[in-house]
């Protein structure tokens, strides 16, 4: 065998060996956190991608697609009410919230109510950054839900629901 040959042996039994023991710890992990592994390996790696790519190729953190997402479909809420709705940390929704405003994806409106809210909205240009993304994300998105029937995904979008709403409750602020 020659060496660049051996080299690439060595390496295969390596990764195979890496991949039986993170077999195994997921197994472990399973059985010990249940549900909260689920959840978390699960977000983590739908969100992997955008993680990556997002801020490579298009400049924006896997926070700030997600609050420009947001003002796009529900418009004039304040960064404030979309801490609590994604459950970011303000620092992260801030630093979101500016880098879309110096964009111009982004732009702060008045509190219709004459307060010190501000509602933001989305520009022009946030819109069509989103509708130019939205078919790649719902494609993306489409095939992972692609793996349940339309019943399963009933099921999952419930309970999720309810886990969500108690996962909110059980974490208040006393």
């Known amino acids: 065998m020659s060496e660049a040959g051996a080299r690439r042996t ?3 039994k390596a990764e195979e060996r890496s991949l039986a023991r993170i077999d ?3 197994t472990t992990l399973r059985a010990e956190l249940g549900l909260i592994f689920r959840i978390h390996a699960l977000s983590n790696v739908i969100t992997r991608r955008a993680r990556t790519e997002g ?3 298009y400049g924006l953190t896997l926070v700030g697609w997600r609050v420009l997402m947001t003002v ?3 418009p004039g809420l304040s960064g404030n009410e979309i801490v609590v709705l994604w459950g970011y940390e303000k620092m ?3 630093r979101a919230i500016g880098t879309l405003i110096e964009r111009g994806f982004v732009k702060r409106g008045a509190d219709p109510d004459g307060g010190r809210r ?3 909205l989305s520009t022009a240009a946030g819109r069509q950054f989103i509708a130019d993304a939205w078919p790649l994300i719902r494609n993306f998105y489409g095939d992972l839900a692609d793996q349940l029937t339309a019943r399963q995904l009933d099921n999952f979008n419930d309970y ?3 886990l969500l709403a108690q ?3 059980i974490t208040e602020k006393p």
């Open 24 to 26: 195994a710890a997921e």
């Open 118 to 120: 501000i509602p933001l």
């Open 92 to 94: 992260g929704v801030n």
């Open 167 to 169: 996962a909110r409750k």
């Open 160 to 162: 999720s629901d309810k």
């Open 72 to 74: 796009v479909l529900a």
């Open 55 to 57: 801020a490579e190729t």
């Open 10 to 12: 060595k390496r295969r």
